[in-house]
């Protein structure tokens, strides 16, 4: 990610007249629906589901798309070995930083080997470039609009909390998906997102769990509590683990433990905090009390890590303390939405 932020302060040079007079890309109206007092528009609880008929897919890999926001949005979705057609499976969404792609994610994660051992539907959805939403710039820019980050995604307020919505709705109608077993995580800019996705879809993300990224919505109000498990190395250079105002084009951020402790305050957490995991230079600490008591707030610091992706030793040396992959999933699967 680090090299791919000079292309984005190229582009962002190039477009800053444009980009200041850029609005929301959804090209569609508000979504009326609302739950709580307070709850984002479209924040909604889908129906629960027990089985499905009609769905054709079988195990495999798949690069989809569906239309949003006047834009072909692209996304591949591994269908693991054993599905069954008529049985409602978890989700694992999982977004790329910043400058990558969909296929990056994968190979970064693993999480399609790891589907198939363990039965669940791992999508990895692409982000817009500049090329995309304004016409020109570099194509080296995929994002999310994370708010406080990243690229041409915030810069121009890209509706991809929309777009990830649509996802949903598309991949209901071709794999049986468990509407209460949906979960995200992200790597940087991607977390920054899954971050913004507990705010703002609560009713449709059970739990989270960001990679190198933080909690920047400026009024982050989740209308339920959400689970979340942030990953982070004490010595990233990209996105700091105590903060910081680095993001050409972004806003400033919170720390890592501030990103959690706001979550632990969501989610009604009283008691004190306990460990939960330690192995050489990863620890994992858990804010305890909450609301319900699986709304835990957890927060694993990689000591001296970099920008990595923990258990993946092959980019920026991420520690083999750590596999961040199965310790999401293994937070998921105790995490279903109530």
């Not at 050409?248 to 969501?266: H, I, M, N, Q």
Request: glycine share 12%; hydrophobic share 30%; proline share 8%.
């Amino acid at each position: 990610m680090r090299l791919r932020l000079l292309a984005l302060a190229a582009s962002s040079l190039l477009l800053t007249a444009t980009a200041c007079g850029s609005t929301d890309d959804s090209g569609t109206p508000p979504d009326d629906e609302t739950g709580l007092p307070g709850t984002p528009a479209g924040d909604v609880a889908p129906a629960d589901r027990t089985a499905c008929a009609g769905l054709t897919v079988t195990p495999g890999t798949y690069d989809w798309t569906v239309e949003h926001g006047g834009h072909t949005r692209a996304f591949r979705v591994h269908v693991p070995a054993g599905y069954d057609a008529t049985k409602p499976t978890p989700v694992v969404l999982s977004f790329h930083g910043f400058g990558s792609t969909e296929q990056e994610q994968e190979q970064l994660t693993g999480f399609s080997t790891l589907a198939d051992a363990e039965g669940f539907i791992a999508v990895y959805p692409r982000g817009l470039n500049f090329p995309e939403v304004y016409g020109r710039g570099e194509p080296d820019t995929r994002g999310w609009n994370g708010e406080a980050c990243c690229g041409p995604a915030q810069i121009g307020n890209v509706d991809d909390v929309g777009f990830v919505d649509a996802l949903l709705a598309d991949l209901d109608t071709r794999v049986c998906t468990d509407p209460r077993r949906v979960f995200a995580n992200g790597f940087s800019n991607g977390g920054f997102f899954s971050y913004r996705l507990a705010c703002e879809r609560a009713q449709r993300i059970a739990a989270i769990a960001p990679v190198s990224g933080m909690e920047g919505v400026t009024d982050c109000r989740p209308s339920r509590p959400v689970p979340v498990l942030h990953i982070h190395g004490s010595a990233d250079e990209t996105i700091f683990y105590d903060g910081g105002e680095n993001v050409l084009g972004g806003k400033p951020y919170p720390s890592a433990p501030e990103s959690v402790r706001r979550f632990a305050e969501f989610n009604g957490c009283t008691g004190p905090q306990q460990q939960t995991y330690q192995q050489g230079n990863s620890t994992c600490v858990a804010y305890t009390g909450c609301q319900p008591e699986s709304a835990t707030a957890s927060l694993c610091t990689v000591t001296g890590g970099k920008h990595a992706w923990p258990g993946q030793p092959l980019y920026n040396g991420g520690t083999t303390d750590l596999d961040a992959s199965l310790q999401m999933w293994r937070f998921f699967q105790a995490r279903p939405r109530p």
